[in-house]
């Protein structure tokens, strides 16, 4: 009796320790590296590298601002996040891991959007709303899926996914407005 | 069973009992990082220029340290280091004017750091090199720039987050 009371205080507390570590990350992967960046102006600049599994976010508003998050080998099941109201902005995005989740969201004129991916089972996407935008994914291997929407005028998206001998992907492209151009290529 | 029961009971009630005579603000000064009390407090206050601040604290096993400078004026320099078995520290820099210098290092476990500062280009640099550290970074202003770095090889439970308004900064978090 007093050894089951012993087993059950011990599962209890280990199920505390699991419930606050594992606080963050994608599908399941838990327990994480938590960056967060947030720029109110203009011509300012955010980076963040991680390799951990980790959750990265930067918000910026303003004219010609740029975010670059750079998730390396290690960092499997993050999460990567870019909010850009304004124009003429920039966001880089790059993971190169599994199970990664890249998102982009941009609002106004002129900006641009780089997201690339290298491992499989990974997921990007982008949407744009103004005009005169950029949305450029790249995803190596197999198995991962990319879509962007973009709505407004004159706005450009390229899509690329695997290289020979692979298989498994998808993407999604949606275009509002005029002047749109989109490439995809698989 | 009922003797039991009872000492249970009375182990229970001695901090409800204690919290219940403590004064409004707590029995203990609130220092330490993460609800560790019982510390060392350091605070340095400038105003002017050209001034430079340092805080070192080396602690021993269980040890909670506080260190806070605050600076106000043009080109000071304030740095904290809390190393070699560090463990429950916590550090704040605020600085207030232009080209000011903020470094904190901190070299132990659960630690924080926050760093304010409002004006014109200043820099604040903060470096945790182990587990469970929190980091936080406020400017306000034109040209300030943030730097982050946290963790080592093995990981870490760390937290960074920087907060800008202004023209031309940046800010860097390096998570590894």
């Known amino acids: 009796m007093k050894g089951l009371w012993i087993v059950t ?7 505390c320790f699991i419930a606050e570590a594992f606080d963050c990350g994608y599908i399941g992967y838990r327990g994480c590296g938590i960056a967060q960046i947030e720029q109110i102006g203009s011509f300012n600049s955010a980076y963040i590298e991680q390799a951990t599994i980790s959750r990265a976010s930067i918000l910026q508003e303003g004219i010609n601002n740029i975010a670059t998050i750079k998730q390396n080998l290690s960092s499997i099941g993050s999460n990567a996040e870019i909010f850009q109201q304004g124009s003429k902005n920039t966001a880089y995005q790059m993971q190169s891991a599994m199970q990664n989740f890249a998102y982009a969201q941009q609002t106004g004129f002129f900006n641009s959007t780089t997201q690339i991916q290298v491992g499989s089972n990974n997921s990007v996407s982008a949407i744009q709303y103004g005009a005169g935008n950029k949305a450029t994914q790249i995803q190596l291997t197999s198995y991962n ?3 962007v929407i973009q709505i407004g005028f004159f706005n450009v998206s390229f899509q690329i ?12 492209l949606m275009q509002v407005g005029v002047g749109k151009v989109k490439v995809v290529f698989q | 069973m009922i003797k039991i029961i009872l000492a249970l009971l009375l182990i229970l009630s001695v901090p409800v009992i204690s919290m219940a005579f403590c004064p409004p603000g707590g029995c203990q000064s609130p220092c330490g990082g993460n609800g560790y009390y019982g510390c060392t407090e350091a ?8 001034n430079q601040a340092d805080i070192t604290q080396n602690g021993g096993s269980f040890s909670s340290n506080l260190a806070t400078i605050s600076q106000l004026g043009i080109a000071n320099k304030a740095s904290i280091n809390q190393h070699i078995f560090a463990d429950h520290n ?3 820099i605020a600085q207030t004017g232009m080209m000011n210098q ?10 924080d750091a926050f760093v304010t500062q409002n004006g014109f280009a200043n820099h604040a640099s903060v470096g945790q090199y182990s587990n469970k550290n929190l980091a936080s970074t406020v400017q306000n202003g034109i040209g300030n720039s943030s730097s982050i770095s946290q963790g080592t090889q093995l990981g870490g439970a760390y937290t960074a987050t920087v907060n800008q308004s202004g023209w031309a900064n940046s800010a860097t978090v390096l998570q590894k």
């Open chain 1, 9 to 15: 205080g011990v599962i209890t507390l280990f199920g």
């Open chain 1, 145 to 147: 899926t990319a879509s």
């Open chain 1, 161 to 172: 996914q695997g290289v020979q001998g692979t298989n498994g992907n998808s993407s999604n």
């Open chain 2, 43 to 50: 605070e340095i206050v400038q105003i002017g220029s050209l």
């Open chain 2, 90 to 92: 916590e550090a704040s």
């Open chain 2, 102 to 111: 903020a470094n904190i290092n901190q070299y132990g476990d659960t630690n």
